[in-house]
């Protein structure tokens, strides 16, 4: 092939550039330019265009209200806004192991068992390999097509001539097509075979569910591009050493973003946790120190997460600090502020701080939460297990309130929870709980003393 086939296409922003370099000169990110070969195949390079519908006007369309197709995975439906709209194209991203095949089996056989005719694209195992996993699942999986196939052309005539209204495609990254040169997998066909299929879904009307690995940094192959072009995209997270796992709607055009929807990992496939809220406080060890449970936001929905810290004496040299699920410089700063504010010793003692059930903070309104759990194991005295805390924690040693929080009150009373430590300036709240307003931090260690 010769060079002038050739282009570098930044594997974050999708631009071209025509020379390598380290940097991308469109957006700044480092080593994120790949040769990308982008030579056509003679013959397809002049394509007739399809004779295009003339504009008409909106009042002229019917207005039906989209019809969803419910898959009946609570869950799953309720990450996607109340199920799978015809026509649209999702996107589920997600580390090789944690789920991703399994979820979108159980949606197919489930769809299924509607009547809704489902495609199951494998570009990744065999049919065979398929119904070993088919197998294990609770539902009922005999009635989905599967084929194996990598080249698109030959999934949409399969989809087509099956009249498939949902086509499951496994993965995106094994999928190619004829008419670009390269490898499945490179960010060239990644980019046009996610476009033909978001095409094909908008003219011909099917759902497209496509499977998308997530790299080791964190974004699928053209990350950024293909989360330009699908309509939905949600993450499948957590841990493979723990069994639950969560769907997260990082973009939606048809439902609100940030929803997350909790799964367990069974011997029989994903099941839908039944009280997603509290799904991360089981196992939870009351009366023991160094433990509080704050409530965060998911989208919409507050869940309940438990913060531990543990502090035991330093030996030579700088104290240890780690943090998992926390972000370690916010850690220093509380660690500071408790410090200087409070007068705790922490200069002479290893700080360990894990949030459970693999969450992350990223909501300054876990800090309080943070802070008793970090007062209880200096003092090594548990707090009480039917309390909860919310709220920023300022240089100052001030708490601030924090957004949304009679939602959050309403949740954690029907967990059982009793008492809330706020800050003082909170609006008043109507729920059932004691409500504890504190003004600083001192009063903190005060109350737990206490
Ligand atoms: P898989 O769906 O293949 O993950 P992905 O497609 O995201 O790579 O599932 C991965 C893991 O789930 C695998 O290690 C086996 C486990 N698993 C169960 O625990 N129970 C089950 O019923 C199934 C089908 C899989
Ligand atoms: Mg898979």
Redesign the pocket.
């Known amino acids: 092939m010769s060079k002038a086939h050739s282009v570098f296409r930044c594997t974050e922003c999708g631009a071209d550039q025509p020379k390598w370099g380290g940097k991308c000169d469109t957006c700044g990110a480092w080593n994120s330019l790949i040769e990308e070969p982008v030579g056509r195949l003679s013959g397809s390079a002049v394509r007739s265009l399809p004779t295009a519908k003339p504009p008409i006007r909106l009042t002229d369309l019917k207005s039906e209200s989209v019809t969803r197709w419910k898959t009946g995975l609570a869950e799953f439906d309720f990450v996607l806004g109340g199920g799978i709209v015809p026509g649209s194209v999702v996107l589920v991203g ?1 580390e ?7 979820l979108l089996m159980q949606c197919a056989a489930r769809l299924e068992s509607q009547g809704v005719v489902t495609l199951y694209v494998s570009g990744e195992e065999s049919p065979d390999q398929l119904r070993l ?1 088919a197998d ?2 609770q539902e009922d999986a005999g009635r989905i097509h599967v084929v194996g196939e990598t080249r698109l052309e030959s999934i949409l005539h399969h989809a087509a001539q099956l009249n498939a209204s949902v086509v499951l495609l496994d993965s995106v990254q094994t999928t190619y097509t004829e008419e670009l040169e390269g490898a499945p997998g490179n960010v060239g066909q990644v980019r046009e075979c996610a476009a033909r299929l978001m095409r094909f879904a908008k003219e011909s009307g099917p759902a497209v569910l496509l ?1 998308g690995h997530v790299t080791k940094g964190g974004g699928i192959a053209g990350p950024k591009t293909l989360e330009h072009i699908v309509d939905t995209v949600l993450y499948f997270e957590g841990e493979t050493t723990l069994d639950h796992r969560i769907l997260r709607a990082v973009k939606n055009r048809f439902g609100s973003v940030d929803e997350i929807g909790v799964f367990r ?5 994903l099941e839908p946790v039944a009280n997603p809220a509290a799904a991360f406080l089981a196992g939870r060890s009351t009366g023991a120190s160094g433990s509080a449970i704050t409530a965060l936001m998911e989208g919409t929905r507050p869940m309940l997460v438990e913060i531990q810290a543990l502090a035991s004496k330093a030996g030579f040299g700088t104290p240890q600090r780690v943090a998992t699920g926390l972000d370690h410089r916010r850690l220093a700063l509380l660690l500071a502020v408790l410090e200087r504010r409070a007068g705790l010793p922490f200069g002479s003692l290893d700080v360990f701080v894990n949030v459970t059930g693999g969450v992350r903070l990223v909501e300054p309104s876990t800090d309080l939460a943070v802070l008793a759990a970090l007062v209880s194991t200096v003092h090594d005295r548990p707090v009480p297990a039917d309390a909860l805390f919310l709220g920023e924690v300022g240089l100052g040693g001030e708490i601030r309130p924090v957004a949304g929080v009679e939602r959050r009150l309403v949740e954690a009373a029907r967990q059982g929870f009793r008492r809330v430590f706020l800050s003082a300036r909170s609006q008043r709240t109507t729920s059932d709980l004691e409500v504890i307003g504190l003004e600083g931090i001192s009063e903190l260690t005060r109350r737990l003393a206490a």
Request: aromatic share 0%; charged share 20%.
């Open positions: 997600g090789p192991g944690i789920g991703k095949s399994t996993r294990r699942l499977v990992m069974t011997g029989a496939g």
